[in-house]
C-alpha cells in the first residue's frame, strides 16, 4: 500500500489466543453496530471492531476510498501483531474487506462478505445524505426532535435510528461523529469498486446476502467468480440489507458454519 494507513479506534472482545476476525461496519456505522453479533461469537474468535475512517472514533481524513480504507485495515493488523485475520464486512465494509483481500491476499485468511458485491452501483442514499446536511443541528432540542424533522428525508424509523446513533452532543452543540462532508464528497468513490478483475483471491469466501435486498443480483456472479473463484453464496431468509440486525442468530450461525 502506498499510503500509510490511519490509526483506527477499535474494540476488542473474546480470548486473544482465539482466531482473529476483523468485523467492518457500513456507511453511516461504527463499531458498535456489530455488539449483537461480537456477544454470539466471542467465545470462539478474537473479535476487533474497528470504526472505520471518518466513523464512530476514528480520525477523520480527506481521502476516502476503498484503497486508503485496506490500507487502514493492513496497519491495524501491523499494530496489533497480526500476519493475516479473518474478515467480516457488510456493505461499504464489505468493499474494503474484498480490497484488502484483493490486493494484499497473505493478510487475509477468510472473508465473509455481507450484502454487498465487487461492482459498482448507482447511486444511493441521496436522500440520506440530503437529510443529514438540511438537519438544523443548531435547532435540534434532543434526538427525539432530530428523528422527526430526519422523517421528512428518510421514512423509515429503524434507518433514522441508525444514523441517530451518531449524533452527539460535545460543549452544548449537537454534531455528527461521522464526517459528513467528505463522505458525501466521496460517495461516488464509495458505490465504485475500481480493481481491475483481474486482481483475484484465492481463499474461502462467503458471500451472505439478505433475501429481501438487491445488492447481490444474480448478474454479479460472473464478477464474483472471476474474483473469488473459491466462494460460496448463501441467502439470509427474512433478512433485507441490514441482515446482522434483522436477523442476528440465522447471521451469527451462518458466520460460524463457516469460519469453524
Known sequence: MSRQGLSLYYREYGDPDHPPLLLLHGLFGASANWMGVAKRLQDDFRLILPDLRNHGRSPHHAVMDYPAMAGDLQALLDRLGLDSASLLGHSMGGKAAMWLALTQP????????ADIAPVGYPSRFESIFQGLQQLPLGEIADRESADQRLARWVPERAVRQYLLQNLVKQAGAWQWRFNLPVLSAARENLWDFPLSEESSFAGEVLFLYGERSDYVKPEYRTSIMRRFPLARLRMLPGAGHWLYAEQPEAFSRAVMAFLN
Open 106 to 113: 497473505e493478510r487475509v485468511d477468510r472473508l465473509l462478505v
